[in-house]
């Protein structure tokens, strides 16, 4: 009897410690039998394990290594996994529980569960603070080694919680986040099975695209609203017709370098975006451009020194006469107010500094009115504790000076009221044309215009090109094609930031990495009418987040099941812009093509109290599912209205195809863009929340 009551207690203690049984335990606490390969990262821990209600039902894993890598896994119910994971890797190490603020429509926690995965989030080894330099670490950590592990440790536990064979893997991450996804899959093997990077730059990318796209902003800036004009529907069509040749001049070359002509609708909410936190670095890495060559030696703009770079220069001297913190600035319309957690953050910090001054200063009053500087400038400090230091600043306003989020509080302690300042955008003016003086290899076609007689550069080179070695130092690694694994790789027509040929360029080098196997292994996408964020004007752009989530399904069954996606975009590039069909089986990839004419034509016009025919033909790619949803906007704001029954549209029963007719009477004079908004969805279905496909198209009808 004994014997039996040991034997019995023997298997239960080896069932307690079976995965079926810990699946149903907590995690929190345990002895993980997990070693990773790179020993960097030890001792794996859980400190984290409940189930959460939202945005759908999921078991919440969140842990760690004692080296300060942090991840969070986000489990589906035993009965709905499906044996794979979505991870995400985001721009720059970030807080891994920060897709947690995403709102529910596009929800990439929802999404995952509700398509059968888990979902993973890492820090990628530590939280990167742009002013504090000691929270940077070793390159490759936050590229792919923290990820990695993290994606690795997630296994172990899928197998615990689930008591399953190997999940396959999947990551995705755009801009910053798209060279760490692409080095994850060239710079490791077996991690990730496939990948979708999105709004991909290349090597040559930073400073070179900010840069062309501010000076651009800085000439043209009187003269956007005819270019934005002649290049919408029923436009003139000719951009340059009422440019100086200076602006004509600049449009040319910088539409030449890739941004994409038609995104300027956006011109004013544009600014220096990223560049601000480049800005001082590039400066340090190539002083002699700044202090010396730009404006002393011949074949820089500023030796030429035009009538419109001295208009635009700032060097103002002046005294500080009072220190601005948060509050007061947010009263007084300098910044945008911040949220009480990074208030928060940002209040402890300045405390722990000891200042005597109470508040984190962000902006300045001073003794003087200064012209408005542009993007960005500098402060240099002329008298006081902080003599000879320079603070970065973003726009003067009257005598307000405001500062760039980038200053290191140590330096912003320094500067003290009755101080002489200078206010200069000397730098900030140079660094506009740096790309003419970065002619790279030939591989990177849009600075052939820069190019001359032997292919020898018409500018003065610089001795070292930048873009590389900011590449290695943000991401880690620098994209060269050799990838382990599919991908599908998703850009956007009229990405600003990351300009659309970049992803022709990275398609080349995986196609010499791997020959005829290329189309075995890799797609490009291309989604028009789409900018490297979130949609500014839903009347001009559409979002690519369904895309990616769409590319994530796809990528997923390539690799389970051997389901080839749809294939690559159809496009060609000329002069520096990507230009795809119209036509849907033209076209490729996966977005839905939308063909509109107002009275048969792109443009109508009509008298007041009279109605516009409105004719449209939506036509979906092959094999890209049918079209399931379109809503009108006829006169301008962010209010659509559904097409009822868009089934009654289809000239096929499978939705293909679609031809809508619509009539709008306009009660007032003015200038209107009707759009027609679209989606299309792989399986027909009007229900999706994830992966409805979007596009839109206008005309442009005058009313008198």
């Known amino acids: 009897m004994k014997i039996f009551s040991l034997f019995i207690i023997l298997c239960c203690m080896a069932l307690v410690h079976s995965p079926a049984i810990q699946a149903q335990n907590s995690l929190i606490h345990q002895n993980f039998s997990f070693e990773a390969k790179d020993s960097v990262f030890k001792n794996p821990f859980v400190d984290v394990d409940e189930w959460r209600d939202k945005p759908v039902k999921h078991r919440y894993v969140h842990g760690g290594f004692d080296d300060g890598t942090r991840f969070s896994f986000y489990f589906p119910e035993k009965e709905n996994y499906t044996g794979r994971f979505f991870q995400y890797i985001t721009p720059f190490p970030d807080s891994e529980t920060s897709v947690q603020a995403y709102g529910e429509a596009l929800n990439p926690i929802g999404f995952s569960i509700t398509h059968g995965a888990y979902f993973v989030a890492t820090n990628q080894g530590g939280k990167l603070d742009f002013a504090d330099p000691s929270t940077r670490r070793e390159a490759s950590i936050g590229a792919y080694r923290a990820n990695a592990v993290c994606a690795e440790f997630s296994r172990h536990i899928a197998q615990l919680i689930y008591n399953c064979e190997r999940p396959f893997g999947y990551c995705y991450g755009g801009s910053g986040g798209a060279y760490r996804t692409v080095g994850s899959m060239e710079n490791t093997s077996g991690i990730w099975d496939g990948a979708v990077p999105f709004v991909l730059g290349s090597p040559q990318a930073i400073p070179n695209v900010f840069a062309v796209r501010m000076y651009a902003l800085r000439i043209l800036k009187d003269k956007m609203a005819d270019i934005v004009d002649a290049l919408r529907p029923g436009g003139s069509g000719d951009p340059y017709a009422t440019l100086t040749v200076e602006q004509r001049q600049v449009l040319h070359e910088c539409t030449s370098m890739g941004f994409p002509i038609k995104s300027w609708y956006g011109w004013q909410t544009m600014d220096a975006h990223g560049f601000l936190v480049l800005y001082k670095s590039i400066v340090a ?420």
């Open 285 to 704: 890495m190539d002083p002699k451009y700044f202090r010396d060559d730009f404006w002393n030696t011949p074949g820089y703009l500023g030796f030429d020194n035009p009538a419109s770079l001295q208009n635009d220069r700032v060097q103002t001297k002046g005294i500080i006469k009072r220190i601005i913190g948060q509050s007061e600035a947010e009263e007084l319309n300098l910044v945008k107010p911040l949220s009480e957690s990074d208030r928060g953050t940002a209040d402890r910090a300045w405390a722990s500094m000891g200042s005597e001054i109470k508040e984190k200063p962000v902006a300045y009053q001073l003794d003087v009115d200064v012209k408005e500087i542009g993007m960005g400038g500098d402060l240099i400090i002329l008298t006081g504790k902080g003599k000879e230091q320079v603070l970065q600043i973003t726009e003067t306003l009257g005598r307000y000076v405001v500062l760039a989020p980038v200053n290191a509080p140590q330096q912003l302690a320094l500067l003290t009221a009755g101080d002489s300042v200078q206010v200069d955008n000397s730098d900030f003016l140079a660094v506009q044309t740096y790309y003419r003086h970065q002619v790279p290899s030939p591989d990177y076609y849009v600075w052939n215009q820069f190019r001359g007689v032997n292919d020898v550069p018409i500018y003065p080179q610089r001795p070292m090109l930048l873009g590389p070695l900011i590449t290695m130092g943000a991401a880690g690694t620098i994209p060269n094609g050799k990838i382990n694994g599919k991908i599908i790789l998703c850009c956007s027509v009229w990405d600003r930031e990351a300009f659309a040929w970049q992803g022709d360029w990275y398609r080349n080098k995986v196609k010499e990495h791997l020959g005829e196997a290329t189309e075995d292994n890799f797609r490009l996408w291309y989604t028009d009418r789409a900018t490297h964020g979130e949609v500014d004007n839903p009347c001009e752009v559409v979002s690519y987040q369904s895309t990616l989530y769409q590319a994530l399904l796809d990528v997923s069954a390539w690799v389970e099941k051997g389901i080839e996606p749809p294939l690559n975009t159809n496009y060609k590039i000329e002069d520096g812009q990507v230009i795809i069909s119209e036509v849907a089986k033209e076209r490729g990839g996966i977005q839905p093509a939308v063909s509109i004419k107002a009275n048969g034509k792109e443009r109508a016009d009509i008298k007041v109290g009279e109605s516009v025919t409105l004719e449209t033909v939506i036509e979906v790619p092959s094999n890209t599912g049918g079209i399931v949803s379109a809503e009108w906007n006829f006169e301008g704001g962010e209010e659509f209205i559904p097409v009822e029954n868009i089934e009654k549209y289809y000239t096929s029963p499978d939705g293909k195809k679609v031809i809508i007719q619509a009539s709008h009477t306009f009660q007032k004079e003015g200038t209107y863009f009707p759009t027609l908004r679209v989606a299309s969805q792989r399986n027909g279905d009007s229900k999706a929340q994830y992966t409805r496909i979007p596009n839109l198209n206008r005309v442009r009808v005058v009313v008198e």
